[in-house]
């Protein structure tokens, strides 16, 4: 029964003073008796997708600046109930007017850890980053955006790890697709499209040193050659089908083109990729998935 000596009201004229404050209950910093189930370390616990814009650096010096979901976390010690949640947020916006890079995240998690009172933290920063690309003949421009993160991992033993993801999506044809067809048209003069997909790799790398997205969407432009197109007219679609034909590749091949190339980077140190050819012949996916083989390493 609700007690009829609750004001149902909201004033908006009431101040918080200290003592106040200092009346008000505190569950998540409570004593270990309040713990509910095994008394046990958490390895992550805090808030994920917090968005704000935050600042980034081009290649060329100039800013650019995003929406960026956030997701920041500490690790919670056996025999404490839990931490403020809200710190995670307002230690973050210490940041929000300073430009973000991998080396930034170093920053944070040493603030979280104080904050927090945490031995260790973890953050990540997701954003869709836009690059302009040039069509392939016609000389139309369009943005190309693509999905970016960037992940900070401290531990116990203050030891920063810096991760970039992305996702690169690009075209592929068939080469036995390409040959049943060259074969059809050989043998029997009967007209055959070899078919391609649209597909996705999926990349984490370790970072050494300092890299731009620009740098790793150059690698994977390297690397595969049949990025998907933004801006096209005729021309560009017959010269993207030309290069579907010259550089026709399966999804293992995909996976071992990207491993070639990111291993030769010296400021990469490990990392993990996943490629995914969305099949145009069949209803399910081909999938490829290979690490660089670091002892310990990504998998």
Same mark, same amino acid.
């Given at each position: 029964?609700?007690?009829?000596?609750?004001?149902?009201?909201?004033?908006? %004229?009431? $101040?918080?003073?200290?003592?106040?404050?200092?009346?008000?209950?505190? &569950?998540?910093?409570?004593?270990?008796?309040?713990?509910?189930?095994?008394?046990?370390?958490? *390895?992550?616990?805090?808030?994920?997708?917090?968005?704000?814009?935050?600042?980034?650096?081009?290649?060329?010096?100039? &800013?650019? $600046?995003?929406?960026?979901?956030?997701?920041?976390?500490?690790?919670?010690? !056996?025999?404490?109930?839990?931490?403020?949640?809200?710190?995670?947020?307002?230690?973050?916006?210490?940041?929000?007017?300073?430009?973000?890079?991998?080396?930034?995240?170093?920053?944070?998690?040493?603030?979280?850890?104080?904050?927090?009172?945490? *031995?260790?933290?973890?953050?990540?920063?997701?954003?869709?980053?836009?690059?302009?690309?040039?069509?392939?003949?016609?000389?139309?421009?369009?943005?190309?955006?693509?999905?970016?993160?960037?992940?900070?991992?401290?531990?116990?033993?203050? +030891?920063?790890?810096?991760?970039?993801?992305?996702?690169?999506?690009?075209?592929?044809?068939? @080469?036995?697709?390409?040959?049943?067809?060259?074969?059809?048209?050989? +043998?029997?003069?009967?007209? %055959?499209? @070899?078919?391609?997909?649209?597909?996705? /790799?999926?990349?984490?790398?370790?970072?050494?040193?300092?890299?731009?997205?620009?740098?790793?969407?150059?690698?994977?432009?390297?690397?595969?050659? %049949?990025? %998907?197109?933004?801006?096209?007219?005729?021309?560009?679609?017959?010269?993207?089908?030309?290069?579907?034909? /010259?550089?026709?590749?399966?999804?293992?091949? !995909?996976?071992?083109?990207?491993?070639?190339?990111?291993?030769?980077?010296?400021?990469?140190?490990?990392?993990?990729?996943?490629?995914?050819?969305?099949?145009?012949?069949?209803?399910?996916?081909?999938?490829?998935?290979?690490?660089?083989?670091?002892?310990?390493?990504?998998?």
């Amino acid at each position: 029964m609700i007690s009829t000596k609750l004001k149902r009201y909201y004033d908006p %004229t009431f $101040t918080v003073s200290d003592d106040y404050k200092d009346s008000l209950p505190d &569950l998540q910093n409570g004593p270990a008796s309040l713990i509910e189930g095994a008394d046990v370390p958490i *390895q992550q616990v805090g808030i994920s997708d917090f968005k704000l814009p935050l600042k980034y650096p081009r290649p060329d010096g100039e &800013l650019i $600046t995003l929406e960026t979901s956030v997701d920041g976390y500490v690790g919670l010690e !056996a025999g404490k109930k839990g931490i403020n949640m809200s710190r995670i947020m307002r230690s973050f916006y210490k940041f929000k007017d300073e430009v973000f890079h991998p080396d930034k995240l170093q920053e944070v998690l040493e603030c979280y850890r104080e904050d927090l009172d945490s *031995q260790s933290a973890y953050l990540r920063l997701s954003f869709n980053y836009p690059i302009m690309q040039e069509s392939l003949r016609s000389g139309l421009e369009g943005y190309q955006y693509y999905p970016v993160s960037i992940e900070g991992t401290m531990g116990k033993d203050g +030891k920063f790890r810096k991760f970039m993801h992305l996702d690169f999506e690009y075209s592929s044809a068939c @080469p036995c697709s390409y040959e049943l067809s060259e074969h059809a048209r050989d +043998k029997r003069g009967v007209a %055959t499209v @070899p078919h391609s997909q649209r597909s996705l /790799a999926s990349m984490t790398v370790e970072l050494d040193d300092s890299l731009f997205v620009e740098d790793l969407v150059e690698h994977c432009r390297e690397a595969l050659m %049949t990025e %998907t197109q933004v801006m096209v007219k005729r021309e560009d679609e017959q010269a993207f089908a030309e290069m579907n034909g /010259a550089f026709q590749k399966f999804v293992e091949d !995909a996976a071992r083109l990207l491993y070639e190339q990111l291993n030769e980077q010296d400021e990469i140190v490990d990392f993990v990729i996943r490629c995914v050819h969305m099949e145009s012949l069949h209803s399910h996916d081909a999938v490829s998935r290979i690490c660089k083989g670091v002892p310990n390493g990504l998998r």
